[in-house]
């Protein structure tokens, strides 16, 4: 015992020779909560930013993440419909996105017209087929 608090205490004496001083403090910063409109701009602007990514599979993966969101507005999910069909470069992409989209809890009747009045830009009767089933499911 008395061999431990001799070595703790050289231990000691020498983290105070060599000046290191450790401080640990924490603050905690409060912020209010974010306003509905407020995330909406957020979600929208995040969407644009995930359409610009360099490669097709991180664009994808990222809208699909976005789609899965239960709190996402209407106005983000038309934009995120529009973004799709615009942005994505593969088909199969664009209808894996849109599905998500469509099997979120809170899929909007915005965002269902949106997709009804661009499906034609799929160029395969087979994926328009895939999301129009999707549609009449949800």
Sequence with gaps: MTRAILTCGIVLAALCAQGCVYV????????????????EDITIREIDTV????????QAAGLKNIARREDLSAEAQVHLVDVTFKRLAFEDMKVDVLITLIKNPNFSEEA???????????????????????????
Excluded: C, Q, T, Y
């Excluded at 359409?51 to 991180?58: E, K, P």
């Excluded at 269902?112 to 949800?138: K, P, Q, T």
């Design 24 to 39: 640990n403090r924490e603050e905690k910063v409060v912020s209010p909560p974010p306003s509905s409109a407020g995330s």
């Design 51 to 58: 359409s610009r990514l360099a490669f097709a599979d991180n």
């Design 112 to 138: 269902r017209s949106a997709i009804i009045d661009r499906i034609n830009r799929l160029a395969f009767e087979g994926n328009r087929m895939e999301v129009l089933e999707a549609l009449s499911r949800h």
